[in-house]
């Protein structure tokens, strides 16, 4: 096989580059071995879409308005199993996999867990042999790649395609109109295959482009516009009328697509629901539902009746989130002026459901009112969502018990059992066994390979739990893995961390309700009484955060900047500097996760309990040994259950807790900040100034609130709790074997977390699907 690719590489680069692959640049490398990976995952999927055509296999639409797929060469060759001969052959040409690997850009395609979630399934569901293609947006800038300036947030243009694309196989002739009331746009299919681990089959991520239509007034700009960016800015008119052209632009084209060659196939749409099964990612792709309906009677003939019978049995809804903001609500007068025929069907939604409430015995009036698609001249789309779609899950316990008590609980009357629990799973051999070789290999060591397939056998690495030889090697793996998160900071940051210190890791997302800001607020109480009192005996931490903040968002913007300027404040301090230490890592990636996961030894959850719906960094972080400190919400409340008490630190408030001190609307962070000198001297501080910035705007929006009431996500009042936890983190963690215990405890319970377990659960309890059989 090594000989095979050896000539095989040779010769293509000689036809395509005429040069010797001794002679090519690292990119010129790249591009050679991606085309080859790329030839075998063609070869591959052209065979599966023949067995499942033949088959006539039902088959799943996963539709987001983000993926997250990270860099594609290292995963690929990892599930082809051709990591060892790529290898030797590279080296034979004097390159090696790693180098290759890192010129590789990683796929602009998404922002955080939603985006990573969903490339994680279409991982799981390839593995596990389900036929199930992703559909989205092809952004040619991405989110936006992040760049600090003068220790602020800068936004610019994440040119992903410059190497990406190479990645990416034009469809051109599976292009769909798509049609709003001013203009038309092309819409071009580019596919991204998905391979799965030690699977045959391949499956696709369908990227919609928009390209202009010849002639078509305005079309070249606003195709332009439509697929250039994810999640453009919405605190304008125009850009709330872009997201709306977005959303519908991909799910009308994944719509007309796939009814258009069912029909050619089967001459009727009857039994469309029977083959086809979509899952809507959170409420951005909500829009499928009124337009099947559009297809189906206008262009089918299909009376209501037959056409909703069809589009409930073949849409399911996960909702992702209970944040007011994240349930999108959209003006009617949008859909008035672009999309008027979509908003006719949304008003019949309405009309029906409104009839239906009123018959239903048990909903009072408040029920129906909250259940309306339609409220105060603005769509509902999570409740249209729920209204049409035949399942409904949230992705954690809390989660899910959150949206039958409160946001939906309406719906929960009228259709009880339609809301039900799928918890979120990672893809957990990218975040185990290619990103942490080391721990993967002893891992395989200790209880053979089949973790690998069925990651619930890490639970026998729980008979090690008292080794002290185990132990030791996991001790001396982590402190590798932080050896080369450490190089990478010294090359990006200038910066020299103590390997021995503790890698305290909060990195994702930056929202106000995350708590970056509670970290911080701690991190300055320890640096004011190390200032006070040099003398006192602490642990050394390098606290280590990565994060994007959207970039309307003023406070997640002046958080970052926080955490830049403390760093740099901390670092003036000779009696401080090498026992607290600052890393913000810029530009925040899945590539770069893989790097810092690894090397993590407590993983920061801190969110306020009630407000994440998940969280899959948690996961990832957990399998990796790293030990978490967080709050009872998302699926912490089950790594805590799985770990037991004693290898988990939970502290704040709970979910009951916090929904009691907000109905009682006494809450003052006042209180706190006066009966605490510390904390009213970090307020002072923040209003006064770190290395020469001010940051007056956090200290307001914790003591009288900024676009928001006065310190919203209970900071203050869960921060004499956090501060007790983690002076009881420090000093179990300065006994290297206990941590050890509890970083393999965590290993060994975190299987239940695989995306492979959650893709079957969908497709047992939902989709109704089957594995394709061989």
């Known amino acids: 096989m090594k000989t095979n690719l050896i000539q095989v590489i040779e010769k293509r680069s000689l036809s395509f580059t005429g040069s010797h692959p001794s002679e090519l640049s690292k990119r010129e490398m790249y591009e050679n071995v991606s085309y080859l990976i790329m030839k075998k995952l063609s070869e591959n999927f052209n065979i599966s879409k023949l067995k499942t055509d033949e088959a006539e296999q039902k088959q799943v639409f996963y539709l987001s308005m983000e993926f997250l797929p990270g860099t594609m060469l290292g995963n690929s060759v990892y599930n082809l199993n051709l990591q060892s001969e790529l290898s030797e052959a590279l080296e034979h040409f004097g390159f090696t996999f790693e180098e290759i690997c890192q010129v590789e850009p990683d796929l602009g395609l998404g922002n955080g867990g939603l985006g990573r979630l969903a490339s994680c399934y279409l991982d799981g569901l390839t593995t596990q042999g389900i036929v199930a293609h992703g559909m989205s947006i092809c952004y040619r800038d991405g989110l936006f790649k992040q760049v600090i300036r003068n220790t602020q947030q800068y936004e610019e243009p994440d040119k992903w395609q410059d190497l990406g694309d190479c990645w990416l196989v034009n469809k051109i002739t599976e292009a769909e ?97 029977e083959k086809v099964a979509f899952q809507i990612n959170d409420t951005h792709p909500t829009l499928i539902i009124p337009e099947l309906m559009r297809i189906m009677i206008d262009n089918y003939g299909y009376t209501w009746e037959k056409a909703e019978h069809i589009v409930r049995n073949c849409v399911s809804y996960t909702n992702h989130t209970i944040l007011p903001e994240a349930l999108e609500k959209w003006p009617i007068k949008f859909f008035s002026q672009i999309l008027p025929r979509i908003l006719e069907i949304i008003i019949e939604f309405d009309r029906r459901l409104n009839l239906e409430t009123v018959s239903t015995i048990g909903l009072n009036k408040e029920d129906q009112n909250a259940m309306r698609i339609l409220q105060e001249n603005t769509i509902h789309m999570a409740n249209l969502c729920v209204y049409i779609s035949h399942d409904v899950n949230g992705v954690s316990a809390l989660h899910t018990k959150i949206l039958k008590e409160n946001n939906f609980s309406a719906f929960e009357k009228l259709a009880p059992g339609k809301i039900h629990n799928i918890t979120n799973g990672i893809a957990y051999r990218r975040w185990l066994c290619q990103a942490n070789p080391l721990l993967s290999d002893f891992i395989q060591e200790l209880i053979g390979d089949t973790f690998k397939k069925d990651a619930t056998n890490l639970k026998l690495l729980e008979t090690y739990k008292d080794d002290n030889q185990v132990l030791d090697r996991l001790i001396q793996i982590k402190k590798a893995n932080k050896e080369r998160l450490a190089k990478h900071i010294h090359y990006s940051n200038k910066v020299s961390i103590n390997l021995d210190s503790m890698f305290d890791v909060q990195v994702k997302r930056l929202h106000e309700y995350k708590r970056q800001l509670l970290n911080l607020i701690h991190i300055m109480y320890l640096y004011d009484k190390l200032l006070e ?31 830049i300027n403390l760093a740099a404040e901390i670092e003036k301090s000779p009696s401080v500097k090498d026992r607290i230490r600052i890393v913000f890592m810029e530009n925040y990636s899945v590539s770069m996760s893989e790097m810092i996961i690894p090397a993590a030894d407590l993983s920061k959850q801190i969110s306020l309990a009630g407000k994440e719906a998940s969280g899959t960094g948690n996961m990832k972080l957990m399998i990796n040994g790293a030990v978490t400190m967080g709050t009872k919400d998302g699926s912490t409340v089950e790594i805590s259950e799985l770990v037991g008490d004693e290898n988990i630190y939970i502290f704040g408030m709970r979910e009951h807790q916090v929904k009691a001190l907000k109905s009682s609307g006494v809450y003052n962070p006042w209180n706190y900040i006066n009966a605490s000198s510390e904390l009213k001297h970090i307020i002072d501080t923040l209003n006064q100034g770190i290395n020469n910035n001010s940051f007056s705007n956090v200290a307001t929006s914790i003591t009288t609130g900024y676009g928001g009431p006065a310190d919203q996500y209970y900071v203050l009042a869960d921060f004499e709790d956090y501060r007790l936890t983690h002076s009881n983190i420090m000093k179990d963690y300065s006994r290297s074997r206990v941590w050890a215990k509890k970083s393999l405890m965590n290993i060994a319970n975190s299987g239940m977390f695989s995306a492979d377990r959650a893709v079957l659960e969908y497709s047992n309890s939902i989709w109704n699907v089957n594995k394709l059989e061989d």
Do not use: M
Not at 232 to 251: H, M, T, W
């Open 177 to 273: 109109t798509i049609t709003y009331s001013d203009f038309k746009v092309l819409a071009l299919p580019r596919d991204l295959y998905i391979s799965g681990y030690k699977s045959e089959l391949v499956n696709s991520l369908r990227l919609w482009e928009a390209k202009p239509i010849p002639g078509e007034c305005g079309s070249k700009e606003s195709a332009y516009n439509i697929s250039k960016s994810l999640y453009p800015e919405d605190n304008i008119d125009e850009g709330k009328l872009l997201r709306i052209r977005q959303q519908y632009f991909f799910v009308s084209a994944t719509a007309q697509s796939l009814i258009r060659k069912h029909y050619e196939h089967y001459k009727t749409l009857d039994n469309f629901h």
């Open 533 to 563: 009192n040099p003398n006192t005996d602490f642990y050394p931490i390098t606290f280590i955060f990565a994060a994007k903040a959207y970039p309307s968002d003023t406070i997640g913007k002046s958080i970052i900047s926080l955490a």
